[in-house]
């Protein structure tokens, strides 16, 4: 029974960590995200005629 319950303390632990890293992953991810979304928005406001495009968010495909 000890053996058991160490294989899955240490088990455990083992996904804890995996967990802390997946987590800081995706915190980075949207870190970077926001960074980038920040300066496309800036670039859009230095060029004037930017804010004036229509960008085709590609939920309709073919014709019309």
């Known amino acids: 029974m000890s053996k058991w319950i160490k294989r899955l303390s240490s088990r455990h632990r083992e ?32 060029n004037k005629f930017a804010r004036f495009l229509v960008y085709d968010k590609g939920d309709h495909h073919g014709g019309n």
Do not use: C, F, N, T
């Open 15 to 46: 996904k804890e960590k995996e967990l802390v890293q997946a987590s800081g992953r995706v915190s980075v991810a949207i870190a970077r995200y926001k960074d980038m979304s920040m300066e496309i928005q800036e670039e859009i406001q230095r």
